[in-house]
């Protein structure tokens, strides 16, 4: 009986180790081959590209036309929207009150003038009888002060004549500078207060100012360009329109603002534009495209290389028919390409086809392998 056990345990213990190798020799048969992957041979090379900062189309002066003299609106002499020229007409106040008290003060002082000629000539006068003692001392000192009295009231119709005069002139408003005048707020007729109402508003347009915010960290490079001035190339900066079409003219830095923005960490830059054609208006919002080239080469992969896991960028290097999993630091984007800051070596391969199959010490097989980006990838539009 015990004989007829062990007969059958070894039986069981046999079954089962031919078991497990047939599983083992299955598995050993089932390894897959190695993948085929296409490479890309890391090298350095030359990139150019735009960083883009929403901005906005400013008008260099600005200026709220106010009446400084109170009345009605007797001229309007431009057109809603018309180009204005330094010095142009713009508005006629009623100058009825104004021409009036004009020739009032001017009859005042002509009056004032009268009086301070016949004290004058009394005072002399007097002053002359005084040295041979033909007149009392007292009469010359009241000779004395009605002619001092003269002169002031001749001073002080003169300050009114030239206040009223200044009002008279107030009375035709001029445009301080070149520019385009909007749509007027008053019409013919209309009532209008001394500093209150707002009769229109005109802003300069050629050229024009693009402001737009940037980060803190970027004044050093925004002071270079500013020191830079004329030296910079044509391409340094442009703008991009609403309709994403590029403006054709481009811009040179004007300043960077006095200080940073405490809440937003960010600083004001202005760029001018030249606006011959009046395409760019006040209030208009565009990209502007501030060009980025390093004089240093950098190492440009395709984007397609990278895989992103957890915030963190890879990608797989290829070596001795294995690939390693690598983890770089990533730069600008430039179309199809992107800049490797660190991670890589000139020389290495990595794999640009066949990503999405690989694991850390995959075998694989090279079928392709290029180094040249396209001058479409290395380059921004």
Known sequence: MNNTMRV??????????????????????????????????????????????PATVTAINQVEVRPEVSGYVTNIYFKDGQHISKGMKLYAIDQQQYKAAY?????????????????????DRYRDLAKRDAVARQTLEHAQADLQSAKSQVASL????????????YSVIEAPFDGTIGISSVK??????????????????DPMAVDCAVDEKQIGRFTHLLQ????????????????????????RISFLDRSVDSQTGTIRIRVIFPNAKNALRAGLTCNLRVQASSSAESILIPYKAVVEQMGEYFVYVASNGKVSQRRIGLGKIINAMVIVNDGLQVGEQIVVEGVQKLRDNSPVTVISASSQPSVAAAQSK
């Open 228 to 251: 830079a001035g004329d030296s910079l190339r044509d391409s340094t900066f442009t703008i991009v329109l609403p309709d994403q079409s590029a403006y054709p003219s481009p811009g």
């Open 8 to 53: 059958v345990s070894l039986a069981i213990f046999l079954s089962f180790v031919l078991a497990e190798c047939s599983n083992n020799n299955a598995g050993a048969q089932k390894a897959p081959p190695p993948l085929q992957v296409a490479v890309y041979d890391v090298k350095l090379g030359a990139s150019v590209y735009y960083d883009e900062y």
């Open 103 to 123: 020739d009032q003060a001017i009859a005042n002082l002509n009056s004032a003038k009268s009086t301070l000629a016949k004290a004058q000539q009394d005072a």
């Open 188 to 205: 013919l007729g209309s009532s209008v207060v001394a500093g209150q109402t707002l009769l229109n508003t005109l802003s300069s347009d």
């Open 158 to 169: 003169e300050a009114n004549v030239k206040n009223v005069q200044t009002n008279l002139r």
